[in-house]
């Protein structure tokens, strides 16, 4: 019974670990996803603004 429970205890820090991975990762793209969204916009008023 204790083996088992062990092993539950095992995956569920697993599954938690992956999880927050995974969160780390998203937050990471989203930044990047806004950054560049940032310097395009940046271009393109320069652009305007040499027109």
Sequence with gaps: MSALL????AVAAL???T??????REREHARQV???CALVTQIQTR???HE
């Design 47 to 49: 652009r305007k603004n």
């Design 19 to 24: 999880w927050q991975r995974w969160r780390a």
């Design 15 to 17: 599954a938690l670990l």
């Design 6 to 9: 062990i092993l539950l205890c």
């Design 34 to 36: 806004k950054d560049w």
